[in-house]
Each structure stands twice: as structure tokens, then as C-alpha cells.
């Protein structure tokens, strides 16, 4: 058996009640230290906003606060110059801070605790952490909009095949097909700012499980941490993680966006479809095959979103037996997140950078690509309907013309007009026109669709819209209001 010298840290840490230390293993399983140090900037700040708390209440005098305070501050400045390394040793980073403050400004460190447990300290610094990040990836979400509208602008009356079951449907503009991803990130922001309304409400005063003895003033806490409101409940506010749950699975349906994308980059640069070029900025090439360039940041984002999602059920899945109320189980809460969050702001970042460098349409490549198929075959039969034949007879007789082409070897802008009219002697002249992409693109007047006109005010608005920053986005919320 591991006997313990009753000196170590881990002995001191808890109370009395222990005689020994953990064994290593066992203290090294159990600690979170190495990855729950990068809470430590809303561990200090939460407690500051506690201290102040407890002075405001009489708790602990106005001088003890301002002294611990100060202590919090140092710990800051002394981790931003790499001198704050705990380890092991400390379990937690809220035991770290506790101890380092003890050591620097002595047995008054000690009255921080008092009316609190890590319970309530740990769902707040959380809370306080997610926050930050949604704030930062809704502002990455916001560039990124800005890189598909700069696209779209310049390719307006570009054309490009618009496919159903990746076979060739209709030609599109390609503004359109970019406003598409627009929108997409439009409400990925949009739930961001929902998750963001739930995450913001502050625990902390929730004590372990079942609140405190203390007079505290939980509003005042919270106000200075810039809550909008305080949890309710002190059991569901140290064991709720619901809102990380929901952070997941806003992050899933971001990363899930930007994969589609990606999977159209990675079949549009591809030799089948060479529909854009890889600049070298955003390509790397192949250690055997001297011709390759590949893309792969888009299969890196593609990727990434995997791992994303995997979080989001990882999640769940520690969440669904925990009976009420902490469980040490919820320190598996923090990886997930952490890796959620970094991995949407690090392919956030990538992608936009691809739009606006990596990425160039080939419009030779493209407008040729719109001439060689069928996509204009819905634009005969709607041809046919206006010349007062019933849609479905319409949709009949066109099959037939292309069974009748493609036989030929021929596309529609092949036939001769005795050809058209051998079909339906109702086709004139202006069947051509009909038929031309630019016409059958344009020709799509309705709101929300590909017709230039539609997309020239899709745009307009999608520009109004990004204008008016989202509130999420303005200004921050200060960490701490003093
Ligand atoms: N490191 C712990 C966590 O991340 C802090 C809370 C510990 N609370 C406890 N009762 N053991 O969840």
C-alpha cells in the first residue's frame, strides 16, 4: 500500500478527515489540472467577483477583499509570464489558484472559499469560458459571411451547373449557390446567440448542491460578471451542463455546414469537374506523385467535423445516468468543449482563407460546363406551357426529344427548328433563347430563386443584414464590470 507523507499537497488540500495522499496513479487520474488550466483567466475572475461579493455582503471586510482581489490579479500577470505552472499536486485549477493565493498573500487566501464550493465555482467558470467562445465564433462566422459575399459579388451572372443527386438539374448562378452557405452561417449565428441567452446565467452561490448559510447577494456576483440572470435551482445549477450539450451541437451543425462546402471544393478542383483551381496558398502537393496538388484543407475541415460530432454524443453519453447533483463524472465535460471550440474557430479561420485565397473560378471551365448537358430541358416543357400545352404532356414530349437527342448524340441547342417543329409544330424561333443558360438562369424570377434579378436583391439583402451586426457580436460583454 501507498503510504502517504502526511506533508504532500494532496494531503493538505482536503480537510483533516485524511491521513494519507493518494497514490500517484491514482492522483494523476483524478486530476484535471492539465486541461483545466486553460480556465484560469474565468477561475480568477469569477473569484474576484466572489470576494467582492462577500464584502458587500460583511462577510469578509472591504480590506480582505481588496487583498485577495490584488492576490487574483498577481496569479494573472504572474501565468501570462509563464509563472503559474501547477501540476498534479493541485488536482484542479481552482485548487491551484487557492493555494498560490495562500502563498501570496497569506492565511487571508483562506476566506476566499467561504460560501462557496468548486461545485458552483467550476459551472460558473465554465459558463463564463463558453461564453468567450461563443462570442469569438460568432464574430469567425461573421467574417466568414463576409468572404462568401465578396464571392458573390463578383459572380453574379457567373453560371454553374445546379445538380439534384449530383446529376446535372438546372444552372444556377453562382452568387446564389455561394448566398446559400451564406444563409447557412446566418443561422448558425443565430442559435449561437440562442445557447448564448441559456449559457449566461450565473451559479455560482448554488454552494455544493444545496445553496448556503451565508447572506450573499448572488445578483451582485453575477452583475459583476456580466450574467444576465442567476440559475434558480442550486441542484440542476452545479449538475446542468445542458447548455454545453447545446453549444456541441450548434458547433456540429457549424462544422456540419462548412464540410458540404468542402466536399463541393474538394469535386469542384478535381480534374472530373475543374470548376476551380487550388491557388498555392491553400494546396499542398504529393511526396511521390510530382503532379499532384491537393486540397487539403477542405478534407481537413471535412474531416475535423467528425471529431466535432463525436463530442456532442460523448457528451450525452456522460450526461444520461448522472443521478442529481455533481458527480466527478462532470469533469469530463471540459475536453470535449475545449476541442469543440478550437476545432470550429480553427476551420472557420481555414475556410475563409480558402474563399478569399485559395480558391479560383474557372469561368471559361464553368460557362462552358452549363452548354453541355440537359439542364435546360425543364425550360422546353415551361416553353411548351406557355404556348397553352399542359405541364405533364409537356414533360412527356421533352423526355422523348432528349431520349431523341441523346440517341443522336445531339444536345437541345443542336436540333434545327424542322427538327423542334417535328415534335410540336407550337416551337419557333424563339426556342433558342428559351433554352440559352443565361435566359434559363434568368428566366427564374421568382424570390429566393437563381434569376439574376432575385439574386441581385438576395445579395442586397444579405449585405443589410451582415451590416447590422448581430448583437452577439457588439460590444462584448465586459469579463467583469468594476
Ligand atoms: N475538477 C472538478 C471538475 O472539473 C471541479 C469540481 C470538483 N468538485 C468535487 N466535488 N470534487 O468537475
Known sequence: MFVADSDSS????????????LHPAIAQFNASIGFDIRLLEYDLTGSQA????????????AEEADRIWAGLEQIREQSRQGQFNPGVEDEDVHYAVEHRLVELIGETGKKLHTARSRNDQVATDLRLFLRDRIDRIA????????????????HVTTLIPGYTHLQRAQPVSLAHHLLAYFEMAQRDIERLQDVRERTNRCPLGSGALAGTTFPIDREFAANLLGFESVTA????AVSDRDYVVEFHAAASLIVMHLSRLSEEIVLWASQEFSFVRLTDACATGSSLMPQKKN??????????????????????????????????????????LF???????ACLEAMTILLREGVEFRQQRLAAAVMEDFSNATDVADYLVRKGIPFRTAYQLVGKIVRTCLGNGKLLKDL?????????????????????????????????GTGFEAVRSALQKAKALHAQI??????????ARW
Request: aromatic share 8%; glycine share 6%.
Open 295 to 336: 486540397p487539403d484543407v477542405p478534407e481537413l475541415v471535412r474531416g475535423k467535423s467528425g471529431r466535432v460530432f463525436g463530442n456532442l454524443q460523448g457528451l450525452l453519453v456522460t450526461l444520461k445516468g448522472l443521478p442529481l447533483a455533481y458527480n466527478k463524472d462532470l469533469q469530463e465535460d471540459k475536453e470535449g
Open 233 to 236: 435551482n442550486s441542484l440542476d
Open 470 to 479: 448581430p448583437s452577439i457580436l457588439s460590444p462584448h460583454t465586459p469579463a
Open 10 to 21: 494532496a494531503a493538505k488540500t482536503w480537510s483533516q478527515r485524511f491521513e494519507g495522499s
Open 416 to 448: 434545327s427548328l424542322e427538327a423542334w417543329q417535328a415534335f410540336d409544330p407550337v416551337f419557333e424561333i424563339d426556342i433558342y433563347e428559351a433554352i440559352a443558360p443565361e435566359q434559363v438562369v434568368s428566366a427564374r424570377t421568382s424570390a429566393g
Open 139 to 154: 464574430a469567425f462566422l461573421h467574417t466568414f459571411q463576409a468572404a462568401l459575399l465578396e464571392l458573390a459579388d463578383s
Open 50 to 61: 466572489h470576494a467582492r461579493m462577500l464584502a458587500h455582503c460583511g462577510i469578509i471586510s
Open 339 to 345: 476541442d469543440s471550440a478550437d476545432t470550429v474557430l
